[in-house]
């Protein structure tokens, strides 16, 4: 029998009121303005972009805000606003190449074309909390230097002179990119799908992915090629005027990371690669993402696959965390029903057990 | 940007300059001009303003075959001219007021009354701010260059 109940209508109102009051906190202080969170928690509302997929600062920040700063709940606030939008079409892919670039790394060539630029970095820091933080004290202006017009090369360039790495990747000629926000996902997945999968992906997991394939489990002997952040132009095809226009820029994270490779029954020898990129500025994602996209290619380059890390379905079916967040999230929901059923199955399997026990020592009793 | 525009045709071209440059314009800089505007046109709503999604795609690699990236808010917005001058206008964001003017001057571009006023009251002052500000971000960018030396050793 089952069995509907209704009630705390009155309960859901005033725990929602409370947690407005409890958002806005101390009321004698100044409350937080959503361009004061884009500008100063700019890289919490960056990550809120990434894994919810949608590239809107203002909105993102807002959620930030919503969520009292719980960043799983506002990426969750802004998947469900994107379903409420109709899609106007795809933009033109973006060039990567032609960058307006605010840093740009490189772990495997110390004398490269544009140089190791550091921007705007935590590396180097002595992660020692900064007391002046504490009051608004003013600011420095950003140093300047004459940047001159040497072009930013791509890493993967310089290394394809010499054939000894793979190509970016291509697909067969007439692939069309899958949209797993269009058509459910079914394994085993092309490449272009696991890469639109990682980049909305929560990035603890993908981290903790990445981490355990340097420990061994599955180890693809990674080197950053290059990790470059900056805007980047999208444009998209108006059919109105019958060319490709501006739509304006956004800030993306990019990680090329080249993997050393003995070779296999499939592929020589030769330096593989992973592919990282990610809305906003966010390195240790997009180096994450590099890391789980190489991993994930053990069956294209023949590799064993041994690890959690290399396991498709695994690591796609578990990367999203609104997804991970809703089916944890609902066992605090009202089980009350499934909970009495559980508990009457006990019981009747323990009065079974029970009920033989007696059986038994009857039979014994009798016996002697 | 630069390809695309050497194989268009030079109106075409001239008008995706003037669509791109109105999609990174500031909404202060569009409303700016509006209001320095004498004749303020008569203009009827073709579409929208309206907000909606374009799927971000990127490269595998950077350079390879396509994938999905994630969306982006875009708002656009068609106007139409009491000439019949049809204006558009499309950018990131979600701020109507500012796409509506900019499908106002993207017509008004078009006119060869108002297309010098446009360009030098809106266009030039537009490229000329984006250009400062990508010359700023590219120097402040060039002062965290790491300059490597050889360091001497003790020994001869």
Redesign the interface.
């Known amino acids: 029998m089952y069995v509907a109940v209704k009630g705390g209508e009155a309960a859901i109102s005033n725990a929602h009121r409370l947690l407005a009051d409890r958002r806005r906190g101390d009321r004698s202080l100044p409350s937080i303005t959503i361009d004061q969170v884009a500008e100063q928690l700019g890289l919490a509302v960056d990550r809120v972009?990434?894994e919810a997929?949608?590239?809107?600062r203002?909105?993102a920040a807002l959620a930030v805000r919503q969520s009292r700063g719980d960043l799983i709940e506002a990426i969750f606030l802004l998947r469900a606003y994107?379903t409420t939008?109709?899609?106007?079409?795809?933009?033109?892919?973006?060039d990567?190449?032609?960058m307006?670039?605010?840093?740009r790394v490189s772990a495997t060539y110390?004398?490269l074309p544009g140089?190791?630029?550091?921007?705007?970095t935590f590396d180097y820091t002595h992660r020692l909390l900064d007391p002046s933080l504490l009051s608004d004290e003013a600011v420095e202006e950003?140093?300047?230097?004459?940047?001159?017009d040497e072009q930013i090369m791509?890493v993967?360039d310089i290394l394809a002179h010499e054939g000894l790495i793979e190509?970016?990747?291509?697909?067969p000629q007439d692939?069309q990119?899958?949209?797993?926000?269009r058509e459910p996902m079914e394994f085993p997945m092309s490449?272009?799908?696991r890469?639109?999968a990682l980049?909305?992906g929560d990035e603890g997991f993908l981290l903790a992915l990445g981490y355990s394939t340097q420990r061994g489990y599955g180890r693809n002997h990674p080197f950053v090629g290059e990790i470059r952040i900056g805007e980047v132009?999208?444009?998209?095809d108006?059919p109105?005027?019958?060319?490709?226009?501006?739509?304006?820029?956004?800030r993306?994270t990019?990680c090329?990371m080249v993997n050393q490779f003995k070779g296999s029954s499939k592929a020589p020898p030769q330096f593989t690669?992973g592919?990282g990129?990610v809305?906003g500025q966010s390195e240790r994602k997009s180096m994450s993402m590099s890391l789980v996209d190489r991993a994930l290619r053990a069956e294209e380059l023949g590799e064993d696959i041994t690890a959690p890390a290399q396991d498709e379905e695994f690591v796609i079916s578990h990367s999203d965390n609104v997804q991970a967040t809703g089916f944890v999230e609902h066992l605090k929901l009202p089980h009350y029903v499934d909970f009495q059923a559980e508990l009457a199955m006990v019981r009747r399997m323990r009065a079974d057990i029970e009920g033989a026990r007696d059986g038994e020592t009857e039979m014994k009793d009798a016996a002697e | 940007m630069d390809a695309a525009e050497q194989t268009l045709p030079a109106e075409q071209a001239g008008r995706r300059r003037c669509v791109s440059l109105l999609a990174g314009a500031i909404a202060g800089e569009l409303h700016a001009a509006w209001d320095a505007l004498k004749d303020k046109p008569e203009t009827k709503p073709v579409r929208g303003p309206e907000t909606g999604l374009v799927m971000v795609r990127g490269r595998i690699g950077g350079g390879g075959s396509p994938f999905n990236l994630g969306e982006a808010t875009v708002t656009r917005a068609t106007i139409a001219l009491a000439s019949g001058t049809v204006g558009h206008a499309q950018a990131l964001g979600t701020d109507k007021q500012k796409v509506r003017l900019a499908a106002i001057f993207d017509a008004l571009w078009q006119e060869d009354a108002t297309r010098e006023h446009i360009e030098s009251r809106l266009l030039t002052p537009i490229e000329n701010r984006i250009a400062a500000e990508n010359k700023a971000k590219a120097e402040e960018t060039a002062a965290t260059r790491v300059d490597f030396f050889t360091m001497v050793r003790g020994e001869d």
Do not use: C, W
């Open positions: 972009m990434a997929s949608l590239y809107d203002s909105l994107r939008l109709p899609r106007f079409g795809s933009s033109v892919p973006l990567t190449a032609e307006q670039v605010e840093r110390k004398d140089g190791q630029l550091l921007g705007p950003p140093a300047r230097r004459n940047a001159g791509r993967s190509a970016d990747g291509e697909l692939h990119a899958g949209d797993l926000t490449r272009d799908l890469l639109q980049a909305r132009e999208v444009e998209m108006v109105e005027l019958g060319f490709a226009v501006s739509l304006g820029h956004i993306v990019e090329q690669r592919y990129l809305f």
